[in-house]
């Protein structure tokens, strides 16, 4: 089996299949395609979906991918272990990486969404296996935030020691704004969610990440 260090290292694009965004439905073939495409990460964000039927949707998934490429259920440990997923991804507000830990264990990945240097030093403290950093530009998944600054993303870059996946309104046509302050790893969903043509827009990202 390949590490999860490994495997996390080798990651460039981070799909977020956001129930939000699109259904249940819609969003199995999402994933299908965008697996096709070559996405290298895929994560469940259900905020709003009732535990039981976001629990099933996460084994479907799980049982789809096998492995293949890691699975991450976002804030919820519970349905991370349940379903079998890779691991969780957890914000500032939910259950601490440590926390997370303990349930899920060594082998598990766990990530966590960091907003400022500090995050990034306690992330790394607690044992985070990566983090998420932004939001880089303005989305309409955390409208609230303001776009970060450029000296911010350069800073965060030189700072973190373990994966680091940029995200937050990030598209194919501002992905090389964000290579530029030295971040080559992207958390991205409505530009591939949304997209006519799913695969097509994974692959286009992905060579865009490695120009």
Known sequence: MISKKKRLSGSRLYLILDIGVCDYRRSWEILKAAVRGGVDIVQLRDKHGVPRETLKFAQRIQAYL?????????????????????????????????EARKILGSKKIIGTSCQTLAHIRRAEEDGADYIGFGSVFKTFTKPDRSPMDEALLRKAAQATRIPRFAIGGITGKNVARVKTCGHMRVAVCRDIMLSDDVALSVGELKKLLFV
């Not at 890691?70 to 919820?76: E, L, Q, S, T």
């Open 66 to 98: 096998k492995d293949r490429i890691p699975f991450i259920v976002n804030d919820r440990v519970d349905i991370a272990f349940l379903s079998g997923a890779s691991g969780v991804h957890v914000g500032q507000d939910d259950l601490s990486v440590m």
